[in-house]
């Protein structure tokens, strides 16, 4: 399979030349580190929105959404949520009715303090794969897939990630997973997810193994693959049986339905790789996948 002027080969390493997948797997792992550095009172997308309002004070609701890269029912759905939760405050815009402005109340403010050390180890810590030049190159990479604006690409790397959610490695690869969620959507669809064809397309590679291995080479954690193959049998496209040499693993291989899908989806998974590099020139397509998988772990 070709990616621009980027060879992808049917091999069992296949997905590390699949900036979709390296995407996905860069978003894992800054989830990870979020859990442990900050915890499970404030959610990242959460977080750049009070930064958000701390930094702009009084914004509406529509600008506070496209600052922290959320669409409108989203950003509505969480900002319902922070203001139950006591940490942002909300009234009309007394010019316009229809305006919504927003502000960090005390508890908001005092959070935002108490997670941001959190939040700073977040980007050291997810970028400490990567020497200095590596990082900004990222940092510039990682805009131009999200589709950001070139004077805000040339800012943000420059940028501490103290002073903007935007100017932060974490949100860009966030975005960038957006914008990978907006072309699946467009171009394969409903039919399989990113990790279930993950899944299909390492089984169509490696038929037999084990489903623990599948899971390694899909990058899930084990629950996750228990749940995603369980799905995915239930749906006739995998077929599971024990392995005779050792009762507690499950042996995977394709059904001739999941051929099909994969087959099927194929075309469409190409596009995808394709749109999602397009903003890149020919050397940052190698490039991005280079620092894509050392911040992915890989």
Request: hydrophobic fraction near 40%.
């Amino acid at each position: 399979m070709v990616l621009g002027e980027i060879e992808i080969t049917r091999t069992s390493d296949g997905l590390l030349r699949s900036p979709g997948h390296l995407i996905r797997v860069a978003q894992q792992v800054h989830t990870r580190l979020w859990a442990e550095q900050v915890g499970g009172e404030l959610t990242a997308p959460q977080f750049g929105v009070l930064l958000a309002l701390a930094l702009e004070p009084g914004s509406d609701q529509r600008t506070v959404g496209e600052r922290a890269s959320l669409d409108k029912a989203t950003m509505a759905e969480m900002v319902g949520r922070l203001i139950r939760r006591g940490l942002v405050l909300r009234r009309r815009d007394p010019s316009d009715g229809r305006r919504k402005l927003l502000a960090l109340s005390p508890a908001g403010t005092q959070l935002v303090r108490d997670a941001t050390a959190g939040v700073v180890r977040v980007q050291r810590l997810l970028l400490e794969p990567l020497d200095d030049a590596e990082r900004q190159d990222l940092v510039t990479i990682l805009g131009r897939i999200g589709r950001l604006e070139s004077l805000a690409i040339a800012a943000l790397a420059d940028a501490r990630p103290l002073l903007d959610a935007q100017r932060a490695v974490g949100y860009l690869i966030r975005v960038a997973q957006q914008v990978h969620t907006r072309l699946w959507n467009e171009h394969v669809g409903a039919e399989l997810t990113a990790p279930q064809h993950a899944v299909l397309a390492v089984l169509d590679l490696e038929p037999g193994i084990d489903q623990r291995t599948v899971g390694e080479r899909a990058s899930l954690d084990k629950a996750t693959m228990a749940e995603m193959v369980s799905r995915l049998v239930r749906r006739g496209l995998l077929l599971r049986r024990r392995d005779p040499s050792d009762g507690r693993r499950n042996l995977l291989s394709l059904s001739p339905v999941g051929q099909e899908s994969l087959h099927r989806c194929t075309p469409g998974v190409r596009e995808v790789q394709r749109l999602l590099l397009e903003p890149l020139d020919e050397a940052d397509r190698g490039r991005a996948l280079e620092l894509l998988g050392k911040a992915a772990r890989l």
